[in-house]
C-alpha cells in the first residue's frame, strides 16, 4: 500500500507542473485553432478558386496525416530545412494545424447553411463581401457550429498528450517518468486520468453554457 | 458631375440566363417623389428588372443612372450607390441574429459608420414610422410575416436612400398581413418617397402609383398614369391581365384601402 505522502510530495509536484503545461498547450492551441478554422472555412467558401482549392488540400493534408506524425514532421523533420522550434512550439503549431483544419470543416458546413438571402440584404445594403461576411454570415454560422467547435476543443484536450511524443514534458509524460521511476503505473494514470476527466468535464460544461447563452430563436435553440 | 432630372434612368436592360431571354431592352426614367408599379404575369423578368437597378443582377447589356452618375460598370463603387438605394424582397431577408432594432441599425453603424448612440436613435425612429417599435427587441424568428416586411422596409428607411425597389414584398403574405405592408408603403408613396414596386396588388398600383407598367415577353409593353387602365386603349392588355386577376382572385383586384 502506498503512503499518502507518496501522493503529495513525490507524484503531485511533478504532476501539478506538467499539467500546468498542458493547460498552456491547450489554451495557445485552441484560440489560434479557431481563427485558422475560420480563415480556412471562408476561403474555401468565398474565396476565388486559387485560395478556396488552397484551402481545401490543406484540410485534405492534414486529415490524411496522423497527428503524431506531423509533430514528428514539425519538431524532427523541418530542422533538415533549417527550421528549428522548441519542442513545446512544435507542438502548439501542430495542435492549431490540426485544430484549425478540422473547425474549418466544422464552420464550412454551418457556412453553408445559412440561407442566400443573408447574403443579398446585405449586399443591397452597401455592405461589402467582407463586412457581409463578418457582420451578417460568420455570427449566424459560428453559433450553429459550436457543437463541431466543442467536440475538437475536447479531442485537443486529449490529443494535447501526444506533445509528450517530441519531449514535451506535459501532464502525461510527467506522470511516464514518476510511474516508471516509482514503479507506480497504476496510481499515476488514474491521477492523470482523473486531471483529463476533469477537464473534459469542465469544458463540456462551459460550451453548453455559451452554446445556450448565445442560442437565438429561429437560427439555434436553446 | 452630370446633374439629372431622373433620380434613376434605366437604359435599354438585357438580361438572358443561358438560353433563356428574361429582359430584352427595358427602359424607364423615374422622378423624384414618384411611384412607379410594375405588373405583369409572372416569369416576365420584373424582379430581375429591380435586381439590374442596383446590380444583384448584372445586365448582359444596358445601362442604369443614379442622378446621372453610372450605376451599372461602377466597380467597387456600386457599394455607394446600394446605400442609396434600399430594397425590400419578397421573403424579407432580415438578419436571423439580430433584432429588430439591431436590422435596422447594423447598416447605419458597418457602413455608414454612424455613431452606435445617433445609430440607435435612427432605427428606433424608422421602427416607429412602420409601427414596429414595440418589437425593437424581437429576433425576426419571432415576428410574423407581416411584422418582418415592416423591419425590412424601416431597415431600407433607415439608409436615407434616393429611391426605394420593392420586389414582390407582399406575396409571401396573407390577405390581412398584405394590408399592414401595403398601408406602410402607401404612407411613404404619399410622403414622397421615390419607390419602383413589382407587385400583383392591383389595389396598391390603382392607388398609389404614378405610373403603371404592364410587362409581359420580357418588355414593358403598356405604360401610363393609373387612372387610364380602365378605359384607354393604351391599357388593352393591362385590362384583359386585371380582369383575369379579378376572377381568379376574388375581390383583391377592387381591394383599396
Given at each position: 500500500m502506498i503512503e499518502a505522502s507518496f501522493f503529495t510530495e513525490v507524484l503531485l509536484p511533478p504532476l501539478i507542473k506538467g499539467g500546468v503545461i498542458s493547460l498552456e498547450l491547450i489554451a495557445l492551441a485552441a484560440p489560434f485553432g479557431l481563427l485558422m478554422g475560420i480563415a480556412i472555412a471562408v476561403g474555401r467558401t468565398y474565396g476565388g478558386r486559387l485560395v478556396s482549392q488552397a484551402c481545401r488540400l490543406y484540410v485534405i493534408f492534414i486529415k490524411g496525416c496522423p497527428l503524431l506524425l506531423l509533430l514528428f514532421i514539425i519538431y524532427f523533420g523541418l530542422p533538415s530545412l533549417g527550421i528549428v522550434f522548441t519542442p513545446f512550439v512544435a507542438a502548439v503549431i501542430g495542435f492549431i494545424l490540426c485544430n484549425g483544419a478540422y473547425n474549418s470543416e466544422y464552420i464550412r458546413g454551418a457556412l453553408l447553411s445559412i440561407k442566400e438571402g443573408q447574403m443579398i440584404a446585405a449586399s443591397a445594403l452597401g455592405m461589402t463581401r467582407a463586412q457581409a461576411i463578418r457582420h451578417i454570415i460568420l455570427p449566424q454560422a459560428l453559433r450553429r457550429a459550436i457543437p463541431g467547435i466543442s467536440n475538437e476543443f475536447i479531442y485537443l484536450i486529449k490529443y494535447s498528450s501526444l506533445a509528450y511524443m517530441i519531449t514535451v514534458i506535459e501532464i502525461t509524460g510527467a506522470g511516464k517518468l514518476v510511474a516508471a521511476k516509482y514503479f507506480a503505473f497504476f496510481e499515476t494514470f488514474t491521477v492523470i486520468g482523473l486531471f483529463y476527466l476533469g477537464l473534459v468535464s469542465l469544458a463540456t460544461l462551459a460550451l453548453g453554457f455559451l452554446e445556450r447563452k448565445l442560442a437565438i430563436p429561429g437560427l439555434v435553440s436553446k | 458631375m452630370e446633374s439629372d432630372e431622373y433620380i434613376v434612368r434605366v437604359e435599354d436592360?438585357?438580361?438572358?440566363?443561358?438560353?433563356?431571354?428574361?429582359?430584352?431592352?427595358?427602359?424607364?426614367?423615374?422622378?423624384?417623389?414618384?411611384?412607379?408599379?410594375?405588373?405583369?404575369?409572372?416569369?416576365?423578368?420584373?424582379?430581375?428588372?429591380?435586381?439590374?437597378?442596383?446590380?444583384?443582377?448584372?445586365?448582359?447589356?444596358?445601362?442604369?443612372?443614379?442622378?446621372?452618375?453610372?450605376?451599372?460598370?461602377?466597380?467597387?463603387?456600386?457599394?455607394?450607390?446600394?446605400?442609396?438605394?434600399?430594397?425590400?424582397?419578397?421573403?424579407?431577408?432580415?438578419?436571423?441574429?439580430?433584432?429588430?432594432?439591431?436590422?435596422?441599425?447594423?447598416?447605419?453603424?458597418?457602413?455608414?459608420?454612424?455613431?452606435?448612440?445617433?445609430?440607435?436613435?435612427?432605427?428606433?425612429?424608422?421602427?416607429?414610422?412602420?409601427?414596429?417599435?414595440?418589437?425593437?427587441?424581437?429576433?425576426?424568428?419571432?415576428?410574423?410575416?407581416?411584422?418582418?416586411?415592416?423591419?425590412?422596409?424601416?431597415?431600407?428607411?433607415?439608409?436615407?436612400?434616393?429611391?426605394?425597389?420593392?420586389?414582390?414584398?407582399?406575396?409571401?403574405?396573407?390577405?390581412?398581413?398584405?394590408?399592414?405592408?401595403?398601408?406602410?408603403?402607401?404612407?411613404?408613396?404619399?410622403?414622397?418617397?421615390?419607390?419602383?414596386?413589382?407587385?400583383?396588388?392591383?389595389?396598391?398600383?390603382?392607388?398609389?402609383?404614378?405610373?403603371?407598367?404592364?410587362?409581359?415577353?420580357?418588355?414593358i409593353v403598356e405604360r401610363g398614369p393609373p387612372s387610364e387602365i380602365p378605359t384607354s386603349p393604351t391599357f388593352e392588355r393591362t385590362r384583359k391581365f386585371v380582369g383575369r386577376f379579378i376572377e381568379y382572385s376574388g375581390d383583391s383586384g377592387t381591394k383599396n384601402d
Open positions: - | 436592360i438585357h438580361k438572358a440566363y443561358g438560353d433563356r431571354e428574361v429582359l430584352r431592352g427595358v427602359s424607364f426614367s423615374v422622378r423624384k417623389g414618384e411611384t412607379k408599379v410594375f405588373i405583369g404575369p409572372s416569369g416576365t423578368g420584373k424582379s430581375t428588372l429591380l435586381r439590374c437597378i442596383n446590380q444583384l443582377t448584372v445586365p448582359d447589356q444596358g445601362r442604369v443612372f443614379l442622378h446621372g452618375e453610372e450605376v451599372t460598370n461602377s466597380g467597387s463603387r456600386i457599394n455607394y450607390f446600394r446605400q442609396r438605394m434600399g430594397m425590400v424582397f419578397q421573403n424579407f431577408y432580415l438578419f436571423d441574429h439580430l433584432t429588430a432594432v439591431r436590422n435596422v441599425e447594423v447598416a447605419l453603424l458597418k457602413v455608414k459608420r454612424m455613431e452606435p448612440k445617433a445609430a440607435r436613435e435612427k432605427a428606433l425612429y424608422e421602427l416607429r414610422q412602420v409601427g414596429m417599435e414595440d418589437w425593437a427587441d424581437h429576433y425576426p424568428a419571432e415576428l410574423s410575416g407581416g411584422q418582418a416586411q415592416r423591419v425590412s422596409i424601416a431597415r431600407a428607411l433607415a439608409m436615407d436612400p434616393d429611391v426605394i425597389l420593392f420586389d414582390e414584398p407582399t406575396s409571401a403574405l396573407d390577405p390581412e398581413l398584405t394590408r399592414e405592408v401595403l398601408e406602410v408603403m402607401k404612407k411613404l408613396s404619399n410622403e414622397g418617397m421615390t419607390m419602383l414596386v413589382v407587385t400583383h396588388e392591383m389595389g396598391f398600383a390603382l392607388s398609389a402609383a404614378s405610373e403603371v407598367l404592364f410587362m409581359e415577353h420580357r418588355l
